[in-house]
């Protein structure tokens, strides 16, 4: 996988999450926007996850292995993302305390249990999608790629001097 083809999957998973956890916000809320770290149509661990199992699934012999991976990595991306938010930023952007087998409110069970369900599906039915859809643009995405990169730097750059900002003013 080239750097160019990791940099698509990073950027068409990070906004398919974006998506599903909208959808999903509306579903259990009724509210369709859900905040998330970046001010833009970006969750960047739906991003990493399916970057590392892709990385990772050609080494795998079967498919416990794979399952169990598909579990661990989303995971793992999920306790990292929510450790690094609160140490950063002071502020959790979700909260797993209220739910059973919980680990200091990053993750649960039943999300990762879900995490691995969901990433059997993108590994299974929609990469081969995103294969296709990458390969077809693959022309256009040589130009496009570039932009959508300064794009998601300057989002990333805004969204950490307002968190930051956010983060001082708020009393202690």
């Known amino acids: 996988m080239t750097l160019a083809e990791s940099f698509f999957y990073f950027l068409a998973y990070s906004l398919l999450g974006w998506v599903l956890e909208n959808v ?16 833009g149509p970006y969750k960047p ?8 199992l892709l990385l990772l699934a050609g080494t795998v012999r079967n498919w416990i292995s794979l399952l169990v991976l598909c579990i661990v990595i989303p995971t793992a991306v999920e306790y990292l993302s ?3 938010l609160l140490g950063l930023f ?16 990053h993750i649960c069970l039943r999300f990762s249990l879900y995490w691995g369900l969901l990433s059997v ?3 299974r039915f929609v990469h081969p999608y995103m294969e296709r859809i990458y390969n077809g643009l693959k022309p256009a995405w040589d ?3 570039p932009i959508l990169l300064l794009l ?3 989002d990333l750059t805004w969204t950490f001097k307002v968190r930051r900002s ?3 003013q708020s009393p202690v």
Do not use: C
């Open 143 to 145: 130009i496009a790629g």
């Open 24 to 39: 999903y916000s509306y579903v259990t809320t009724g509210v369709f926007w859900k905040e998330g770290f970046l001010k």
């Open 152 to 154: 998601l730097l300057a």
């Open 121 to 123: 599906m993108v590994l």
């Open 82 to 84: 929510g450790y690094l």
């Open 166 to 168: 956010e983060w001082k």
């Open 45 to 52: 661990m739906y991003g990493f996850a399916p970057l590392l």
């Open 90 to 105: 002071g502020r959790r952007f979700w909260n797993y305390s209220g739910h059973r087998f919980q680990l200091h409110g």
